[in-house]
T-cell receptor
Framework: GAVVSQHPSWVICKSGTSVKIECRSL??????MFWYRQFPKQSLMLMATSNEGSKATYEQGVEKDKFLINHASLTLSTLTVTSAHPEDSSFYIC?????????????FGNGTRLTVT | DAKTTQPTSMDCAEGRAANLPCNHS???????VYWYRQIHSQGPQYIIH???NNETNEMASLIITEDRKSSTLILPHATLRDTAVYYCIVRVADNNNDMRFGAGTRLTVKP
């Protein structure tokens, strides 16, 4: 159980375009989802926290107008990288948890590798 | 959340036990110790977590010292597929809480 699915697993886009990444919880209701970014040879950095039905909370230094997060349902959150630039090329990972039921660990998707040319 | 300290890298021979240490000297009473691992180009995989008692599951064992200031993750019979970066994280027992990753330990299992 507790499967988190991300789509796409990789994407290449041109500079200036926007890219949407989906994160789905397949077998549980994800009341909270988290988005991380990971550059090569570095650890995961938390970008934002989203609770279903409310606005996302962004970490310091993360532009909310550039990284649009929508968490409209209990099984889906999306991250849209707007006006992408080559420096946005990174590995984006989502995770999900639920506040319903017992305390549980976070479960992570398999990540989306974004390359901006 | 409290910070953790892990060695940057470790090697282990295939078939041997891999013991990965973690220091979390400022851990609070309501913080759990979590271990995740990340195989190259994949999302982190949950391994095990505990509060103060030792824990064991099908993947690993977690030994937490009595003062809770450090812990050890044990992979009893390491295989080549266990080569990964292992992260030790402390997190408050609240499902709304995020997880903050440190640098982790890069474990290389060698034949």
């Amino acid at each position: 159980g507790a499967v988190v699915s991300q789509h796409p697993s990789w994407v290449i886009c041109k500079s200036g375009t926007s890219v949407k990444i989906e994160c789905r919880s397949l077998d549980f209701q994800a009341t909270t989802m988290f988005w991380y970014r990971q550059f090569p040879k570095q650890s995961l950095m938390l970008m934002a926290t989203s609770n279903e039905g409310s606005k996302a909370t962004y970490e310091q230094g993360v532009e909310k107008d550039k990284f649009l997060i929508n968490h409209a349902s209990l099984t889906l959150s999306t991250l849209t990288v707007t006006s992408a630039h080559p420096e946005d090329s990174s590995f984006y990972i989502c995770s999900a948890t639920t506040t319903r039921g017992l305390f549980s660990p976070l479960h992570f998707g398999n990540g989306t590798r974004l390359t901006v040319t | 959340d409290a910070k953790t300290t892990q060695p940057t890298s470790m090697d282990c021979a295939e078939g041997r036990a891999a013991n990965l240490p973690c220091n979390h000297s400022t851990i609070s009473g309501n913080e759990y110790v979590y271990w995740y691992r990340q195989i190259h180009s994949q999302g982190p995989q949950y391994i095990i977590h505990g509060l103060k008692n030792n824990e064991t599951n099908e993947m690993a064992s977690l030994i937490i010292t009595e003062d809770r200031k450090s812990s050890t993750l044990i992979l009893p019979h390491a295989t080549l597929r266990d080569t990964a970066v292992y992260y030790c994280i402390v997190r408050v027992a609240d499902n709304n809480n995020d997880m903050r990753f440190g640098a982790g330990t890069r474990l290389t299992v060698k034949p």
